[in-house]
């Protein structure tokens, strides 16, 4: 059977898998094995490649910061850094229109700067920040979608862990994709704030006000997340900067989290082991999707169908604008249905040496780097858009007397801002790329 076939079969069986709730990285693992099978023709060689396939992907030593941002996340919920984030930003803006809403946007942006997992952040946001939305009056449609809104910053917010599989796929530096990843991530969050303080104007029934908070407890409040600052900038700055690998990053993030949340008397008991228990199952779901991928992406090589796709675009004569909108356009209606580190597994293999080839006036590291935080953010959307988005689902489970017709309503004013930023970020490659030209 001609490989390239057996290639383009590939795809709509693996969706078919998905939809049959096969777990994503043991689909791709099963049809990139029995692929490979029938394009080499003889089980021998497949064998002999199943043998140092396991150990090629995790002997991949950039891969060991997966685990440590995952415990870094784990000991920030623990130590109660969620609440003091919230609190803080609700001291100072709650009282305005629409500001508890903004209160729990800037917290996540604060929390995923120490998280890395979007839904990890809008879990433990939502489980501090939808009892006081609730109770400041706002809809439910308004506080769920915010919410749900707000989790995706904790994947495009340094430290992110799909932004780090990206790096590796592409062999781009972590610290530069870190780097190029704040300025969107800060337009994100200002966008989702926007998003709030439009939506309680047309809508002023959909929000209410808390009281100002008096000026000696905004301070407290404030002191209160200094140490989520400075683990920030410690990290982040010190990979940046050449001070930290970004494995040793994640490493003094993990301890410096770890010694607040024990200060915070968040590690008493059984907690440091279910937070151990939490990163061991957050890490193995991780690099089965890994291993699946790598098995899937041989496959995809062996049938040459990157390349064969890659030829067919250049010889479309389509400028590189249009070849990249038709990317972008393909990731928002695939993220619908698959989850944003799948897909980044899926298609990066197939879209970079696409992309590559294309001249948008950049150097090829900053084209790689531009399109690899576009890739983020579209597939961050899916996070938030019906009717698979994950982040919905976390946070509607915390709110059973809201209908998820009411979180999907909620929800879309906050997608039609992210499709405004990544139009913006298209258009002008120089907000993405800022922060490398310094």
């Known amino acids: 059977m001609d490989p390239l076939y057996l290639a383009a ?31 080499y023709g003889n089980i021998m060689p497949l064998l002999q490649q199943m043998k140092t396939m396991a150990y090629g992907q995790f002997s991949n030593h950039s891969l060991s910061i997966v685990p440590l941002f995952l415990l870094m996340g784990q000991f920030a919920a623990l130590g109660g850094m969620s609440r003091a984030l919230f609190k803080a930003a609700e001291a100072f803006i709650g009282h305005r229109k629409g500001g508890v809403g903004m209160a729990a946007i800037g917290a996540c942006a604060g929390f995923g700067s120490i998280c890395g997992s979007s839904l990890a952040t809008a879990a433990t946001m939502g489980q501090v920040a939808l009892p006081e939305l609730r109770r400041a009056g706002y809809s439910g449609a308004l506080a769920t979608g915010a919410l749900a809104a707000g989790g995706t910053l904790g994947i495009l917010i340094p430290p992110s862990i799909v932004l780090v599989i990206y790096a590796i796929l592409a062999e781009q530096n972590i610290a530069k994709m870190f780097a190029a990843a704040f300025v969107p991530g800060i337009i994100a969050a200002l966008g989702y704030m926007l998003v709030i303080g439009i939506y309680v104007r047309v809508s002023p029934g959909s929000a209410g006000r808390i009281p100002p908070m008096p000026w000696p407890e905004r301070m407290k409040a404030l002191t209160d997340v200094w140490p989520v600052a400075v683990i920030f900038v410690v990290v982040i700055g010190g990979i940046y900067t050449g001070i930290f690998t970004p494995t040793e990053g994640a490493a003094v993030g993990a301890v410096a989290t770890g010694l607040l949340a024990w200060k915070n008397g968040g590690l008493e008991g059984k907690k440091v082991l279910r937070a151990f228990e939490a990163t061991a199952g957050g890490t193995g779901m991780v690099f089965m999707i890994v291993l699946g991928a790598a098995a899937y992406n041989s496959f995809l090589a062996l049938s040459q169908l990157p390349q064969e796709l890659a030829g067919w675009v250049g010889n479309q004569g389509l400028s590189p604008y249009a070849v990249l909108w038709a990317i972008l356009v393909f990731y928002l209606v695939f993220g619908c249905v698959m989850d944003s580190l799948s897909m980044i597994l899926l298609t990066i293999p197939i879209f970079f040496p696409m992309v590559s080839g294309l001249d948008f006036g950049l150097t090829p590291e900053e084209t790689a780097i531009w399109f690899g935080i576009l890739v983020l953010i579209v597939v961050e959307v899916g996070l938030i858009t019906p009717p698979v988005g994950m982040n919905l689902f976390v946070i509607q489970s915390m709110a059973p007397d ?16 992210d499709l405004i930023r990544v139009a913006l970020l298209v258009v002008f490659p120089a907000i993405t790329l800022f922060v490398l030209r310094f």
Do not use: D, K
């Open 9 to 39: 079969w590939s795809f709509p069986i693996l969706l078919v898998l998905i939809f049959l709730r096969v777990p994503i990285g043991l689909s791709m693992l099963l049809i990139g094995l029995v692929g490979s099978w029938l394009v």
């Open 402 to 417: 809201i209908s998820i017709r009411e979180t999907y309503a909620g929800v879309w004013p906050f997608v039609a801002s």
